[in-house]
């Protein structure tokens, strides 16, 4: 009977194990889960703002651009042709017809 007895035991021991076991399995695959969808977010974010930082970098590129060019002859030229009208001598300005009428 004795022998019963320990047998029983060792037999309920090897069960409590086993579901300790599995139940800890279950814990690790539900929080892998939970990790990886969390970092496919995370990858999704990082790509996000990597894209934000390159257009950054070239609207910097531009203005950088932009202010070299503002500092050249050509630029002052453009800017007293687009603002007084002025020309250079060899340069031709055709004025559009007004329609008549009225």
Same mark, same amino acid.
């Given at each position: 009977?004795?022998?019963? @007895?320990?047998?029983?035991?060792?037999?309920?021991?090897?069960?409590?194990?086993?579901?300790?076991?599995?139940?800890?399995?279950? #814990?690790?695959?539900?929080? +892998?889960?939970?990790?990886?969808?969390?970092?496919?977010?995370?990858?999704? +974010?990082?790509?996000?703002? @990597?894209?934000?930082?390159?257009?950054?970098?070239?609207? @910097?590129?531009?203005?950088?651009?932009?202010?070299?060019?503002?500092?050249?002859?050509?630029?002052?030229?453009?800017?007293?042709?687009?603002?007084?009208?002025?020309?250079?001598?060899?340069? +031709?300005? #055709?004025?559009?017809?007004?329609?008549?009428?009225?």
């Amino acid at each position: 009977m004795a022998k019963r @007895q320990v047998k029983t035991k060792s037999r309920l021991g090897l069960i409590c194990v086993m579901f300790v076991v599995l139940l800890i399995c279950g #814990f690790i695959y539900f929080k +892998t889960m939970e990790l990886k969808n969390e970092l496919m977010v995370l990858n999704s +974010t990082l790509d996000s703002i @990597q894209e934000d930082i390159s257009l950054a970098r070239k609207k @910097q590129e531009d203005l950088k651009n932009e202010e070299k060019y503002r500092q050249t002859d050509d630029y002052k030229k453009d800017e007293a042709k687009d603002i007084y009208g002025l020309r250079d001598p060899d340069e +031709t300005i #055709f004025l559009p017809n007004e329609p008549e009428g009225n």
